[in-house]
């Protein structure tokens, strides 16, 4: 009876598969491309990183490269075929690149175990970084298996669980282009040795590159700190711009502060050895402060402090100047210093463009730029006038508008005469 009710539970789903026209999973493959845009060194390869990954992991990564899919919803189609190769596969997760040709559609699909790894935004932002670039010069085969070496690590990572291919995985395929040997060669050359089972893959530097906090919270560095530091660290951190809203991770690096007992030169070469690999996850290691010289400066820079305080990601150690509350008249006057300084540079910045007949209004990009440079200010006079500090961005534009460039001034110049009479304090 068991038997037959499984018969009828698989005729069942391919008979639903074929009313709605869902592709159905190769028998030896991880890629179902209807227009051959894949070679096949590239998919045999593909094909080997995938089933290791999934034996490994419980997480399967497939392409489904389409020539049209007519009038279907592409998002819910490529989730519909995701749902349906994981259940297929019998995997625990399964993560889809989708791709539908004429109607120039793609996504990258998470389910199951896979979902609670990879974000939305993550999966976008790699579909940014790695497959627009790739598919916009048509080179399918490269972007996907670029971007399957990031999701693989990724993954790998967060499973504790290293993912290895020997290099006999390689397809050796004839004939071979130049372009195909070219790949091959830059492959070889990307592979990092992990052990005596095979050689782990690779993947391009700008692909190291670490995108979101979660990321770097479950990376090796927070374990790196703790043992390059021992007992000398009080607090490593995230904190700066990069925390602010509008923070693009593939253009800027994260800043790392550090709070050590002792911040020392001889200490702080310790993470020397580290540095490259820092700059290629694209962190920044920016201050080093101990706690003798933050009592003593306090008062000296009480607005760095209160973005620190208000505004941080502790890595390892504890978390940095909890609590922390300037008095008033001492953040009031280093506002006004930054005020001055500020409206010095916009002033120039505005006759600049006055004599080049370019106005810097709200929505151009030299604008954006300036804005982005005054707004930790803007936090810091938010928090003066009413002791909180501000949630994002549109709160504190709200409160100080900022149309153009001279809207910016004219802002500033009031908050600054409110501070000289004392109002703000």
């Given at each position: 009876?068991?038997?037959?009710i499984?018969i009828?539970?698989a005729?069942?789903l391919?008979?639903?598969?074929?009313?709605?026209?869902?592709p159905s999973?190769?028998?030896?493959?991880?890629?179902y491309?209807?227009?051959?845009l894949?070679?096949a060194?590239?998919?045999e390869f593909f094909d080997a990183?995938s089933?290791d990954l999934?034996k490994?992991?419980g997480?399967?990564i497939d392409a489904?490269?389409?020539?049209d899919i007519?009038e279907?919803?592409?998002s819910q189609y490529a989730?519909?075929?995701?749902?349906?190769?994981?259940?297929?596969?019998?995997?625990?997760?399964e993560?889809?690149?989708?791709v539908?040709?004429k109607?120039?559609?793609?996504?990258?699909?998470?389910?199951?175990?896979a979902?609670?790894i990879?974000d939305?935004?993550?999966?976008?932002k790699l579909?940014?970084?790695i497959?627009?670039?790739?598919?916009?010069?048509?080179h399918?085969?490269?972007?996907?298996?670029v971007?399957?070496?990031?999701l693989t690590?990724?993954i790998s990572d967060?499973?504790?669980t290293?993912i290895?291919i020997d290099e006999?995985d390689?397809p050796?395929?004839?004939p071979m282009t130049i372009?195909?040997?070219i790949?091959?060669v830059v492959?070889f050359g990307?592979?990092?040795?992990?052990?005596t089972?095979?050689?782990?893959?690779g993947f391009?530097?700008?692909m190291?590159?670490l995108?979101s906090v979660?990321?770097i919270e479950?990376s090796?560095?927070?374990?790196?700190f703790?043992?390059?530091f021992?007992?000398?660290?009080?607090s490593a951190?995230?904190?700066?711009k990069?925390l602010m809203?509008?923070?693009d991770?593939l253009?800027?690096p994260?800043?790392i502060?550090?709070?050590?007992?002792?911040n020392?030169?001889a200490?702080i070469e310790?993470?020397?050895?580290?540095?490259?690999r820092a700059?290629?996850?694209n962190?920044?290691?920016v201050?080093?402060?101990?706690?003798?010289e933050i009592i003593h400066s306090?008062d000296k820079?009480?607005l760095?402090?209160?973005h620190?305080?208000?505004?941080?990601v502790?890595?390892?150690?504890?978390?940095?100047?909890?609590?922390?509350?300037?008095?008033?008249e001492k953040l009031a006057a280093?506002?006004?210093?930054e005020?001055?300084?500020?409206l010095?540079?916009?002033?120039?910045n505005l006759e600049e463009?006055?004599?080049?007949?370019?106005?810097?209004?709200?929505?151009?990009a030299?604008?954006?730029?300036?804005?982005d440079?005054?707004?930790?200010?803007?936090y810091g006079i938010?928090?003066?006038?009413?002791?909180?500090y501000p949630?994002?961005?549109?709160?504190?534009l709200e409160r100080?508008?900022?149309?153009?460039?001279?809207?910016l001034i004219?802002t500033?110049?009031?908050?600054?005469?409110?501070?000289?009479r004392?109002?703000?304090?």
């Amino acid at each position: 009876m068991y038997q037959h009710i499984k018969i009828l539970l698989a005729t069942a789903l391919a008979l639903s598969s074929i009313a709605f026209g869902l592709p159905s999973r190769p028998d030896k493959s991880h890629i179902y491309d209807e227009n051959r845009l894949v070679s096949a060194q590239q998919t045999e390869f593909f094909d080997a990183l995938s089933s290791d990954l999934a034996k490994e992991t419980g997480i399967s990564i497939d392409a489904v490269l389409l020539d049209d899919i007519g009038e279907r919803e592409a998002s819910q189609y490529a989730s519909d075929i995701a749902e349906k190769w994981k259940a297929d596969a019998g995997v625990d997760g399964e993560i889809l690149i989708f791709v539908a040709q004429k109607q120039r559609r793609k996504f990258i699909v998470s389910k199951g175990t896979a979902n609670g790894i990879l974000d939305d935004v993550t999966l976008k932002k790699l579909d940014q970084e790695i497959l627009v670039p790739h598919f916009r010069q048509e080179h399918y085969g490269d972007g996907l298996l670029v971007l399957a070496a990031k999701l693989t690590f990724m993954i790998s990572d967060d499973k504790g669980t290293p993912i290895n291919i020997d290099e006999k995985d390689l397809p050796q395929e004839e004939p071979m282009t130049i372009r195909g040997w070219i790949f091959i060669v830059v492959v070889f050359g990307l592979l990092i040795a992990l052990g005596t089972r095979g050689r782990r893959f690779g993947f391009f530097d700008n692909m190291k590159k670490l995108l979101s906090v979660s990321e770097i919270e479950k990376s090796q560095w927070p374990e790196i700190f703790k043992n390059t530091f021992g007992d000398n660290l009080v607090s490593a951190f995230i904190s700066g711009k990069c925390l602010m809203e509008g923070f693009d991770a593939l253009k800027s690096p994260w800043t790392i502060n550090f709070i050590l007992k002792d911040n020392s030169p001889a200490e702080i070469e310790k993470l020397a050895p580290f540095m490259k690999r820092a700059s290629r996850e694209n962190l920044e290691f920016v201050n080093f402060y101990s706690p003798a010289e933050i009592i003593h400066s306090l008062d000296k820079s009480p607005l760095e402090y209160v973005h620190i305080a208000n505004r941080n990601v502790a890595l390892c150690g504890i978390k940095p100047l909890t609590g922390f509350s300037p008095h008033p008249e001492k953040l009031a006057a280093q506002c006004e210093r930054e005020i001055r300084k500020t409206l010095d540079q916009l002033r120039s910045n505005l006759e600049e463009a006055s004599e080049q007949k370019t106005p810097v209004k709200h929505g151009s990009a030299s604008f954006a730029k300036i804005l982005d440079e005054v707004l930790p200010l803007l936090y810091g006079i938010y928090y003066l006038e009413t002791e909180n500090y501000p949630e994002n961005n549109e709160v504190v534009l709200e409160r100080y508008p900022a149309r153009d460039l001279a809207g910016l001034i004219q802002t500033l110049s009031g908050t600054l005469a409110r501070i000289e009479r004392g109002i703000l304090i």
